[in-house]
């Protein structure tokens, strides 16, 4: 992978890493399916570290993906990101652990960003789709899976969350993007919906998470980034995501689980989350979680700094 941190040139100082807490920030923690989440991650947790037993860790870390060229620096203290936007409410569920210990992360800021039902990100929507120019039609003469050899060309992995270097907000909203702390057993949950697709990637959330900072009246502070990731959906969510408005007319080319080139096909240890909704109903809504096993000790901000074990960078 090619993908910087972000930043122009040099990459961001973590140690003074500030989010700034906007008004209404101290949002009261979702509760939607708690029992439900408990339960999911003591099953998820035994199925894990017994296929990890001969291993010296007592849980498979998670692995590092490419932070992508659309991450923006929190802004947004909250667990609700939806801001009103259209689409299949997602609750998700996120428990952090140390993967050596299995003991869980607690107050570690999590971020979470990912493109709208009709795949645009916000902070860029002058790119429009997945930051190439909205629509979905593929480009002329340039195969997906080709680099071009034009810096501002699309990457090999295509849009936003491939490779490629960091790019600059085009405005100022913030809609599907948030950040929220873990609680004394390494739980945290957003609200937010089902993400849409565009051309090059099959459909993700983009995952950080911050330890050894301090949490402040103004928000969180220092600290440096252990795990940078991607979240994903297998594919029969999202072939019945395409029949619910306004995914539906989403007309970008869909990528699948198993063409994309940044999942590293290793299932939840890559990122692949645990689905419960209504399959004749997925619009009522979908509960996704999945256990993160990460090195708190290590620094991971993109795939420049890839993990020690057995994650592996795609």
């Known amino acids: 992978m090619t993908e910087t941190p972000e930043g122009p040139v040099n990459k961001r100082d973590l140690t003074r890493r500030t989010v700034v807490v906007t008004g209404g920030a101290a949002i009261a923690a979702v509760g939607v399916g708690g029992g439900l989440a408990v339960n999911a991650f003591a099953d998820e947790a035994t199925s894990d570290a017994s296929s990890s037993s001969d291993s010296e860790t007592c849980y498979t870390l998670t692995s590092e993906t490419t932070e992508g060229p659309y991450y923006i620096d929190a802004d947004k203290i909250r667990q609700d990101v939806t801001e009103d936007e259209e689409g299949i409410p997602l609750t998700l569920t996120l428990k952090v652990i140390d993967a050596e210990t299995c003991k869980p992360v607690k107050n570690?800021?999590?971020?979470?960003?990912?493109?709208?039902?009709?795949?645009?990100?916000?902070?860029?929507?002058?790119?429009?789709?997945?930051?190439?120019?909205?629509?979905?039609?593929?480009?002329?003469?340039?195969?997906?899976?080709?680099?071009?050899?034009?810096?501002?060309?699309?990457?090999?992995s295509g849009g936003p969350g491939g490779g490629g270097g960091h790019a600059e907000p085009t405005d100022d909203e913030r809609y599907l993007r948030g950040t929220w702390k873990t609680d004394k057993h390494g739980h945290v949950t957003f609200r937010t919906v089902f993400?849409?697709?565009?051309?090059?990637?099959?459909?993700?959330?983009?995952?950080?998470?911050?330890?050894?900072?301090?949490?402040?009246?103004?928000?969180?502070?220092?600290?440096?980034?252990?795990?940078?990731?991607?979240?994903?959906?297998?594919?029969?969510?999202?072939?019945?995501?395409?029949?619910?408005?306004?995914?539906?007319?989403?007309?970008?080319?869909?990528?699948?689980?198993?063409?994309?080139?940044?999942?590293?096909?290793?299932?939840?240890?890559?990122?692949?989350?645990?689905?419960?909704?209504?399959?004749?109903?997925?619009?009522?809504?979908?509960?996704?979680?999945?256990?993160?096993?990460?090195?708190?000790?290590?620094?991971?901000d993109s795939t420049d700094t890839p993990p020690s074990a057995s994650a592996s960078a795609s």
């Not at 034009?150 to 990457?155: D, E, H, L």
């Open 108 to 156: 570690a800021a999590v971020d979470i960003w990912h493109c709208s039902a009709l795949g645009i990100y916000s902070g860029y929507e002058a790119m429009g789709s997945g930051g190439g120019g909205g629509g979905g039609t593929p480009p002329t003469g340039a195969p997906t899976d080709v680099p071009t050899g034009t810096p501002t060309g699309a990457p090999p």
């Open 195 to 300: 993400p849409g697709w565009y051309q090059g990637r099959c459909v993700h959330i983009h995952v950080k998470v911050h330890v050894d900072g301090t949490w402040t009246d103004a928000g969180y502070e220092g600290g440096h980034t252990c795990h940078t990731g991607q979240l994903f959906f297998d594919e029969e969510s999202v072939l019945a995501s395409a029949e619910v408005a306004p995914y539906s007319t989403n007309a970008a080319t869909r990528t699948t689980l198993d063409e994309d080139t940044i999942y590293p096909d290793n299932g939840p240890a890559g990122g692949l989350l645990y689905l419960k909704y209504n399959k004749r109903h997925i619009a009522k809504g979908v509960r996704a979680h999945l256990t993160l096993g990460v090195a708190p000790d290590e620094t991971h």
